[in-house]
């Protein structure tokens, strides 16, 4: 693939990149908050570094995953470059890992920060960015609930030999002094059910606890330990306190997301080991036989899985599927991480799927547009595609000039040599309606007359009053049902079809509403313009007919060449007198005078 068109479609959210070579050997991965910003940084400017200079020579081809947060996209970049070890990449190639949170397998657990996870049954919770934030949800934890910190063996027998004194830890308050069975295992386990949401970021289990601590502080007039509870609440709450990118819960494990289009789809696959993504692969495919997303879902899988050579014992997907795989586990995850980890690989199969229409547009500008048309008909339940639109705007500011005109759209684009404009006749003061319905007839009269072809898409620019305008006129002329006529309404971009109450509500997103928008913006526009024109010409010609003695052309031969009454009013005598000649001259001089 082309590595300048790759650089002219690449996503601004956060994530990381990877380089490679022509033998697609990876060179380097990077993280970055903006990924188009960050590796257009690459090629668009001189670097010092000899080092980066070589690096940028070979790249041949690079490959993106998209990610929630800018700490997400730091996570998988080291996940990349410690399974990978790329050839550029050197900050990360040693042994140091992120912090994790571990809550020890154990009588009365203890709760600590981490490097290393031991496979004793205890369960760790992140890896988190930075060792700073592991120590503000561990404060915090102390803060709200009395956890033990002594590496003391809590096992009931040895308690029950009166083994253990208290410590100074609760002298302080910070622990109940389990050592000396003056607090619970039940009651303990209770606290740990309530911690290991809050570390997943659900406050609301510990919120209570929280509330009624800060009330028990102020009502005390403790108020700096209030306050201190509150700010690092507040802390916790500006960052993502859980991971969605690495999950010490999921060892190995591949998963599969397909979104689908019309005539394409495009399949995602993860594959996590150890708890870690180490690869994200998206590929198009492109519909043949109108197959189903499980029929696709199912051959991707069994395609993908030998192409990267997987032997992974289970595989998540987004929907139930009739496929089975010998000693294989297929898992359709509803909540969780797992169902995290499902939504994660989808975003990046509609990332992919943006990046490459902004290249078929680039590229391939007829196949873009076919497959808008598609779309369109497909959406708007049309019986044709809508390669000849037309749509309609009125504009009549502050009640005067009432004008309408009429733009003209083929296969997506506007054709301005065909747009007209429209001075209302039938109509007195400002009345959208009935100038709609006015505009319609006269447009769609002169076709037929004209034996012209009609369009497929008729917009109009408002809700189901104008709508019914238009309506009125195609009655008329024969047009009912001929022709698809939608009203669009701004404020919520509602879309409303004839003898039909409820509007279409189209994703913000689709390209469809994005042409819709296009046409009804250059009508706005259009109508606007060709306003403000009528309302000027007639400034004009209102205080410059009304001079007795100056005709029509000489009204004309002015404002050719000056513009405006304001500039023919600063010209001298002689000035006018070289343009008009002495007697007309004198005419206006003397006018423009006394006015």
């Known amino acids: 693939m082309d590595l300048q068109l790759q650089l002219k479609t690449l996503s601004e959210k956060p994530g990381v990149y990877q380089y490679f070579d022509k033998e697609n050997r990876l060179l380097y991965v990077g993280k970055a908050k903006n990924i188009k910003k960050r590796v257009l940084s690459y090629f668009n400017k001189e670097h010092d570094s000899g080092k980066i200079k070589v690096m940028v020579s070979k790249i041949f081809r690079l490959e993106t995953i998209v990610v929630e947060t800018e700490f997400d996209a730091l996570l998988l970049e080291n996940s990349l470059i410690k399974k990978h070890q790329p050839r550029y990449n050197s900050m990360l190639r040693d042994?140091?890992?992120?912090?994790?949170?571990?809550?020890?397998?154990?009588?009365?657990?203890?709760?600590?920060?981490?490097?290393?996870?031991i496979k004793d049954g205890s369960e760790y919770f992140g890896p988190y960015p930075s060792v700073r934030l592991v120590k503000t949800i561990l404060d915090l934890i102390k803060s709200i609930y009395p956890i033990r910190t002594c590496k003391l063996d809590l096992k009931q027998n040895k308690i029950e030999l009166n083994k253990y004194k208290v410590c100074l830890e609760y002298h302080i308050g910070n622990c109940l002094g389990p050592c000396e069975m003056l607090q619970s295992e039940k009651e303990y386990h209770t606290n740990l059910l309530e911690i290991k949401e809050m570390i997943k970021g659900n406050f609301s289990a510990s919120l209570k606890t929280l509330n009624n601590l800060m009330k028990i502080y102020s009502s005390q007039m403790l108020f700096e330990k209030a306050q201190m509870i509150k700010?690092?609440?507040?802390?916790?709450?500006?960052?993502?306190?859980?991971?969605?990118?690495?999950?010490?819960?999921?060892?190995?494990?591949?998963?599969?997301?397909?979104?689908?289009?019309?005539?394409?789809?495009?399949?995602?696959?993860?594959?996590?080991?150890?708890?870690?993504?180490?690869?994200?692969?998206?590929?198009?495919?492109?519909?043949?036989?109108?197959?189903?997303?499980?029929?696709?879902?199912?051959?991707?899988?069994?395609?993908?899985?030998?192409?990267?050579?997987?032997?992974?014992?289970?595989?998540?997907?987004?929907?139930e599927i009739d496929f089975e795989l010998n000693d294989i586990k297929i898992t359709v995850p509803k909540v969780g991480d797992k169902r995290q980890l499902i939504d994660f690989s989808i975003r990046n199969a509609k990332e992919y799927k943006i990046e490459q229409l902004k290249k078929i547009k680039i590229v391939d500008p007829e196949r873009h547009s076919n497959r808008i048309m598609e779309e369109m008909k497909k959406l708007l339940r049309m019986p044709v595609e809508p390669r000849h639109i037309e749509g309609f705007d009125n504009s009549n500011i502050q009640g005067t000039n009432p004008a309408s005109v009429c733009v003209v759209f083929k296969n997506g684009k506007p054709s301005k040599s065909e747009y007209r404009k429209y001075n209302i006749k039938t109509v007195e003061g400002p009345n959208d309606f009935a100038s709609m319905e006015e505009v319609i007839y006269r447009r769609y009269k002169r076709l037929l007359e004209e034996n012209a072809p009609l369009p497929q898409l008729i917009l109009i620019d408002g809700g189901k009053g104008q709508l019914s305008s238009a309506m009125k006129s195609l009655e008329l002329l024969g047009l009912n049902g001929k022709i698809t006529v939608i009203g669009i309404a701004k404020k919520l971009e509602e879309l409303f079809f004839p003898?039909?109450?409820?509007?279409?509500?189209?994703?913000?997103?689709?390209?469809?509403?994005?042409?819709?928008?296009?046409?009804?913006?250059?009508?706005?526009?259009?109508?606007?313009?060709?306003?403000r024109t009528r309302r000027s010409n007639d400034a004009f010609q209102t205080e410059l007919e009304g001079i007795k003695g100056i005709g029509e052309k000489t009204i004309s031969q002015l404002l050719k060449k000056y513009k405006s009454v304001k500039r023919i009013k600063e010209l001298t005598l002689k000035e006018l007198e070289d343009e008009l000649g002495v007697s007309k001259a004198k005419i206006l001089k003397d006018y423009f005078l006394e006015n």
């Open 95 to 117: 042994d140091k890992t992120y912090p994790w949170i571990c809550i020890k397998k154990e009588a009365f657990s203890r709760i600590f920060l981490t490097r290393n996870q």
């Open 231 to 319: 700010e690092k609440l507040a802390i916790l709450e500006n960052y993502q306190s859980k991971s969605t990118i690495i999950n010490a819960n999921i060892k190995n494990v591949d998963i599969f997301t397909i979104i689908s289009e019309e005539s394409f789809a495009y399949i995602n696959f993860l594959k996590i080991n150890n708890g870690s993504i180490i690869q994200s692969y998206t590929t198009e495919y492109k519909k043949i036989l109108d197959e189903t997303d499980e029929e696709i879902l199912a051959s991707s899988i069994i395609e993908l899985r030998q192409r990267f050579q997987s032997t992974t014992k289970e595989i998540y997907i987004p929907f």
């Open 499 to 531: 003898n039909d109450s409820i509007p279409l509500y189209l994703d913000k997103t689709c390209e469809t509403l994005k042409v819709l928008q296009y046409v009804r913006n250059e009508a706005h526009r259009f109508s606007v313009k060709h306003h």
